[in-house]
Each structure stands twice: as structure tokens, then as C-alpha cells.
């Protein structure tokens, strides 16, 4: 083989291998906006105050990770009900409204077609029934750690579409601030958050189109007394359909 012909096969070989790298880069960073409507829920200890009804759901993400796989970001996302949540039960005109924050660093695992995020982080949420009727109030403000996981597998990828099913789980726990207007004082509790999706994305070069099931709920445990009155604990959550659209780049 001549100097010339094996220099060539050389050039051929660098110039795959650096095709073959740059078809496997993975993007940096990722905007998400979901929007989705499901059944809320609202179930009291040891009241009448249970109640199921219609919901709109929002999200808004931003998830950014260097070259290595770490990095972070934000969630805003949150619910709201119809305001017939109460009245099969004779509490006519109460809503309910769940918003939160998540931040966090994430750590981004690969490998061939799974990629899966691991993100840990702070959670600020806040949960209120209001009486749209007489415009009362009772809030509840929660901050904690979160921990999530979030594999995404990829059945088809290359030739500018790919498409995967995945899965993501949270679990966390906070301090629970509850402020009830017509009573004196404020109440302390305790509130354990969880989060299910599963859905499937579709990407056409930068941009991403998904669909999914999500649910969301949170548990707050019966408050500690003020003036010999107590918050009873309570369930909360929605379960539906989101629609996302987003860009990865």
C-alpha cells in the first residue's frame, strides 16, 4: 500500500469518526411549555370538605448541562380547579390553586439510547382554597428538598427525527406554613409531595413535541394547635393529559 493511498483511508477514517461524534452530541440545554387539563382532587381528614372536579394545568422548564452531564434548572408549574370542587358535598363556589417552584442541579446519565436525568433540588409550593363567594382564604406555603428521576429511551434515533417514551418520578418533603383568614394565628404542619409523568416526545431537529400523562399530588399531615384549634390534614393533586412543546439546542 503506497504512502498516499494510506494516508487517504486515514483522512476517510478521521473525517467518520468526527461525523460519527458529532451525530451522537447530545444538546446542552432544553425549553419546555405544557399545557393539559385533567380532574383535581381535595380530600379532608375528619371534614365533609372532599371533592373532585375539572382542572387546567400549566408548566413552564428550563434544564441546562455541560459537555460532562452536569447542570440545573427550573420548573414553574402549578394547577387550577373549577369552583365547583365542594359541592356535592353543600360547599358551593370553592376553588382550589397549586403552584411551584422547582430548582435544582441535575446530573444527566447516558447510554446509547437512554438518557436519563437525576436532578436534586429546592421546592417552593403553595396550595389555596378560596371561597370565590365571600373571597376567604386558607393558604398553604411548603418549602423542602425534592428528588427526582427521569429516564427518557429513544426507540428511533438519526435522520433529523427521533422519537422516545419516558418516565419521570419525584418524591419530596417540606414545612408547611398555613394561614386561614378569619382566625387568629398561624399553623405549622408537615407536606409530602409526589410526581408521576409518562408520556412520548417526537423531535424534528431542535424542536419537540410531546404527549403525556401526569399526576400530582401532595399530603399534609393534621397541624400543630394554636389556641386549641388545629388545620385538619388533608390529600391534594390532578391527575390528566399534557401537551409540551419545546427546543433543544
Not at 393558604?139 to 422519537?163: C, I, M, R, Y
Not at 408537615?190 to 412520548?200: A, Q, R, V
Not at 423531535?203 to 404527549?211: A, K, S
Request: aromatic content about 12%; some cysteine; charged content about 20%.
Amino acid at each position: 500500500m503506497s504512502r498516499k493511498t494510506f494516508g487517504v483511508i486515514l483522512a476517510a477514517m478521521a473525517g467518520f469518526s468526527l461525523c460519527a461524534q458529532q451525530s451522537t452530541e447530545l444538546p446542552n440545554f432544553r425549553v419546555e411549555l405544557g399545557i393539559g387539563a385533567g380532574s383535581a382532587t381535595h380530600n379532608t381528614d375528619k371534614s365533609d370538605l372532599d371533592g373532585d372536579t375539572g382542572a387546567g394545568f400549566f408548566r413552564l422548564q428550563f434544564e441546562g448541562f455541560s459537555d460532562e452531564g452536569f447542570g440545573g434548572g427550573l420548573r414553574l408549574e402549578g394547577w387550577k380547579s373549577d369552583d365547583d370542587l365542594f359541592d356535592d358535598n353543600g360547599f358551593p363556589g370553592i376553588e382550589a390553586t397549586t403552584s411551584s417552584l422547582f430548582a435544582h442541579a441535575s446530573w444527566r446519565i447516558t447510554d446509547d439510547n437512554l438518557r436519563m436525568p437525576i436532578r436534586v433540588g429546592a421546592l417552593f409550593s403553595g396550595h389555596q382554597l378560596e371561597d370565590t363567594t365571600t373571597g376567604e382564604q386558607t393558604t398553604f406555603s411548603s418549602f423542602g428538598p425534592q428528588f427526582e428521576v427521569a429516564p427518557e429511551l429513544f426507540l428511533t434515533q438519526g435522520s433529523g427525527t427521533e422519537w422516545s417514551v419516558f418516565a419521570e418520578l419525584g418524591l419530596g418533603v417540606a414545612v408547611t406554613g398555613i394561614e386561614v383568614d378569619g382566625t387568629a394565628g398561624d399553623f405549622d404542619s408537615s407536606t409530602w409531595f409526589y410526581g408521576i409523568e409518562l408520556g412520548t416526545r417526537v423531535y424534528f431537529g431542535p424542536v419537540e413535541l410531546g404527549l403525556s400523562y401526569v399526576a400530582r399530588g401532595h399530603m399534609m399531615e393534621e397541624s400543630d394547635a394554636q389556641n386549641s384549634t388545629v388545620v385538619f390534614g388533608y390529600e391534594a393533586g390532578l391527575d390528566g393529559v399534557v401537551l409540551t412543546m419545546g427546543v433543544v439546542f
